[in-house]
């Protein structure tokens, strides 16, 4: 078992940029967001806590990949940006979300709350939830788990044709497992950045 810790100065590296444009950005935040901001590098707060590492299969072991900082990100040139007329993040629900209606609508609550809170300045919409059938998705039984599990790709298909106009994206939500292809056993989920469009289980 292995823990990453990283120090307070090595995440205000990474996170904290000292591009201009974001410079700029750091200044027109209110008392309440510097206070996060300052809290965030402290080794007490939950924001950066250690990662546990079980074993070799686990993600960051078995599948390395070149560090990112902040300031990489925000000069990605494939980097999409909110515009005024397309702000809105909007979440559609794909079949049952739990056994009832109320667990269905607690989890929904609970993930426009987190939504709201991660993408702060964007607006988190909820669209009419429908179900498979709606989708009109190809669908397999995996010979292995012999779980029901839908073609990834075409609830994409599904979720552009589905995008209001003023949709900086659209996030489909299931609990049936996904399959992005015949070879594959099964995916968390998949997305294309350049419709702005995605789907997880």
């Known amino acids: 078992m292995q823990i990453i810790r990283h120090s307070e100065q090595t995440l ?9 444009v974001l410079v700029s950005q750091y200044e027109k935040l209110d008392a309440g967001e510097q206070r996060l901001m300052n809290e ?5 707060s939950n924001l950066f ?4 590492l079980h074993s070799p299969s686990d993600w960051i072991t078995s599948h390395p990949e070149a560090p990112q900082d902040f300031e990489q990100f925000f000069s990605d040139p494939y980097r999409k940006t909110p515009s005024p007329n397309k702000r809105s993040i909007y979440i559609q629900s794909i079949g049952s ?10 989890y929904i609550k609970w993930l426009t709350g987190y939504c709201k809170a991660y993408f702060y300045g964007l607006r988190v919409k909820l669209l009419e939830p429908v179900p498979v059938s709606a989708t009109r998705c190809s669908f397999r039984v995996n010979e292995n788990t ?3 599990q839908i073609h990834a790709g075409d609830i994409l298909k599904f979720l552009k044709k589905k995008k209001p106009e003023d949709a900086f994206c659209v996030v489909g939500i ?8 015949d070879s594959w056993n099964f995916v968390f989920g998949q997305a294309s950045l350049t419709d ?6």
């Open 40 to 44: 965030a590098f402290q080794p007490a």
């Open 97 to 106: 979300l739990g056994n009832t209606r109320i667990i269905s609508e607690e």
């Open 49 to 52: 806590g250690p990662i546990t």
């Open 174 to 181: 299931t609990m049936i497992d996904l399959y992005p292809r």
């Open 12 to 20: 205000k590296t990474a996170l904290i940029s000292k591009n201009p």
């Open 146 to 148: 012999h779980n029901l």
């Open 196 to 201: 702005g469009t995605g789907e997880v289980d």
